[in-house]
């Protein structure tokens, strides 16, 4: 192993390990941000920021939004989610 190999940790990688070949960012915009909103207005705070970069934490607001007592907020993470899985297999128009 080489010095300057550093070790990967899964759950915090860059965005650009999320696009599969660049073709499109991790969450649509208009919609990452609608969540975040409908999020702030049950009393969760989501960092659009942490969203980006870490899987681990993007897939933990996903799940508190779907199981909110909010079908407007369900059905935006179901809609995340489908993006995400969309993403991370390659797999164009899903969503």
């Known amino acids: ?3 300057s190999a550093k070790p990967t940790n899964v759950d915090h990688f860059p ?12 969450w649509p915009d208009a919609l990452l941000e609608r969540f975040c909103l409908r999020m702030s207005s049950q009393g969760m705070c989501v960092s ?3 969203m980006a970069c ?23 993470a179901v809609e995340l ?7 991370r297999s390659g797999i164009v128009g899903i969503h």
């Open 48 to 50: 659009r920021a942490l």
């Open 81 to 87: 989610f489908r993006h995400f899985l969309s993403q």
């Open 15 to 26: 965005a650009s390990a999320w696009r599969g070949q660049g073709q499109a960012e991790p």
């Open 54 to 76: 870490d899987r681990r934490y993007a897939l933990e607001q996903i799940s508190h939004g779907h199981n909110m007592a909010d079908d407007t907020l369900r059905a935006m």
């Open 1 to 3: 192993m080489e010095t």
